[in-house]
């Protein structure tokens, strides 16, 4: 049964940088494209960053040249480095094993204040 576990969000200034985690168990990691989605209770869950099994990423306008998403095959975990975060970026993070976002973490909350 497919496993993952997203950590690294906290709070954090608006032009700050973080960076996520998506730790993974119970599927073989590199046959997958992996995702990051992100939810705030105003909008529906979003897909923002997407990377394929060859590392060919693509992005939601939204975080296009200021997110960057990478997997480490080896480790099973993909990241998400977020820099120039502005206050629209506060949501929950999820990572995904789908370009769906079907098969989830719990999610981990990232908060930007101006």
């Known amino acids: 049964q497919a496993h993952l576990v997203e950590s690294g969000g906290e709070s954090v200034q608006s032009g700050g940088s973080l960076r996520l985690s998506c730790s993974t168990s119970?599927?073989?990691?590199?046959?997958?494209?992996m995702a990051w989605f992100r939810q705030t209770p105003e909008k529906e869950r979003e897909g923002i960053a997407f990377?394929?099994?060859?590392?060919?990423?693509t992005y939601d306008d939204s975080v296009k040249g200021r997110f960057t998403i990478s997997r480490d095959n080896a480790k099973a975990t993909v990241y998400l480095q977020l820099n120039a975060l502005k206050s629209e970026d506060t949501a929950i993070y999820y990572c995904?094993?789908?370009?769906?976002?079907?098969?989830r973490g719990q999610g981990t909350e990232v908060i930007v204040s101006a």
């Open positions: 119970g599927f073989t990691h590199s046959k997958y494209c």
């Open positions: 990377i394929s099994t060859d590392g060919t990423s």
């Open positions: 995904s094993k789908d370009r769906q976002g079907k098969v």
